[in-house]
């Protein structure tokens, strides 16, 4: 599975973003797609997820302002962000999360980090 990832950019504080993310290669079995966030030094964190059946997960500081949406013909997956705060700087991953049926192991694959900057 191949993410490529577009979107990110300068934006002052409460502003918006619309983060896209094209997903290519083998789908199969591909259960959840989402979006992480890390700056350097930091461990990555999520920011939000979304099922095969739309089912829906945030992080507490995104709720709100954050929405994640997917195109399940186009296999692409978006993140509006809205009302953006300098702490939401940070490069944004897109993320895709594999279960192979009669497998004991999960699968992440991750694009490349689009960097989002928020100024004060």
């Known amino acids: 599975v191949q993410l490529q990832a577009s979107g990110g950019g300068l934006v002052q504080a409460g502003g918006s973003l619309r983060l896209s993310c094209v997903a290519s290669g083998s789908m199969s079995n591909i259960n959840r797609l989402g979006w992480y966030r890390q700056n350097i030094g930091t461990e990555r964190e999520l920011v939000a997820t979304?099922?095969?059946?739309?089912?829906?997960n945030y992080a507490d500081s995104v709720k709100g302002r954050f929405t994640i949406s997917r195109d399940n013909a186009k296999n692409t997956v978006h993140l509006q962000m809205n009302n953006l705060k300098p702490e939401d700087t940070a490069y944004y991953f897109c993320?895709?999360?594999?279960?192979?049926?009669?497998?004991?192991?999960?699968?992440?694959?991750w694009g490349q980090g689009t960097l989002v900057t928020v100024s004060s």
């Open positions: 993320n895709a999360h594999k279960v192979p049926p009669d497998n004991p192991f999960e699968y992440d694959y």
């Open positions: 979304i099922s095969t059946t739309g089912n829906t």
